[in-house]
């Protein structure tokens, strides 16, 4: 229940199209989806996140869209860049009760962006 | 503001060794949470601080342990090192607003334990 399910595990687009990652999750006490982006060398960043009162959130060219009832949420780039190339973890956390900033993240998705 | 710093970026271990692991966070943010990062198991969590108090704490054995200064800078410790514990350690810090999500993380400090 503690899992968060990230699909795919790579992605290759090519420049100007659009990018999407899926995850998945069990646990009904999650109350915070971040998405975080990764580049070689460097920590996570947090790059857009949501929470489950609201179905879509846009920020730029990065989109989240949230589906409480099928405990999915999926994060769109359109007109991907190269310089969009990176992992991209989802994550989640809100344990229920009790201060806490834990995170559970997916398993991450490499994305290439072709030029 | 500075970010995250983490010492050392890079070290090399052997196993049955220990090793300490030190987080500065950003000034002002009192929660400092670290993270194990690896290809397979990729990014899980360790234990968090908030005060000098460990807030929660992961799926981990005893051998890992941190702990927090009353300045908010933390270390983790991992004794009697195993190959397996070869990862990327992420320390994050946030300020006092739980279940946001918003950590702000460090390079990390890349341990090879041969």
């Known amino acids: 229940q503690q899992q968060v399910k990230q699909s795919p595990q790579s992605l290759i687009v090519q420049k100007g199209g659009i990018s999407i990652i899926n995850c998945a999750y069990e646990?009904?006490?999650?109350?915070?989806f971040p998405w975080y982006q990764q580049f070689p060398g460097k920590g996570p960043a947090l790059l857009i996140a949501?929470?489950?009162?609201?179905s879509e959130k846009k920020e730029g060219r990065f989109t989240i869209s949230f589906n409480k009832s099928a405990k999915q949420f999926s994060l769109h780039i359109m007109d991907s860049q190269p310089g969009d190339s990176a992992t991209y973890f989802c994550?989640?956390?809100?344990?229920?009760?009790?201060?806490?900033?834990?995170?559970?993240f997916g398993t991450g998705t490499l994305l290439a962006v072709q030029p | 503001k500075a970010g995250v710093t983490q010492t050392p970026r890079y070290l090399i271990k052997t196993r049955g060794q220990q090793v300490t692991l030190s987080c500065s966070p950003i000034?002002?943010?009192?929660?400092v949470s670290w993270y194990q990062q690896t290809p397979g198991q990729g990014l899980q969590f360790l234990f968090e601080?908030?005060?000098?108090?460990?807030?929660n704490k992961g799926n981990f054995p005893g051998r890992f342990s941190g702990r927090q200064f009353s300045n908010s800078r933390s270390e983790m410790n991992v004794s009697t090192l195993e190959l397996g514990d070869s990862a990327l350690y992420l320390c994050?810090?946030?300020?006092?607003?739980?279940?946001?999500?918003?950590?702000?993380f460090g390079e990390g400090s890349r341990l090879t334990v041969l």
């Open positions: 601080y908030f005060s000098e108090t460990q807030r």
């Open positions: 000034s002002g943010h009192r929660s």
């Open positions: 949501i929470r489950p009162d609201v």
């Open positions: 646990n009904t006490a999650f109350d915070y």
């Open positions: 994550a989640a956390s809100g344990q229920g009760g009790g201060a806490t900033n834990k995170l559970i």
């Open positions: 994050a810090s946030s300020e006092d607003r739980p279940n946001t999500g918003e950590l702000f």
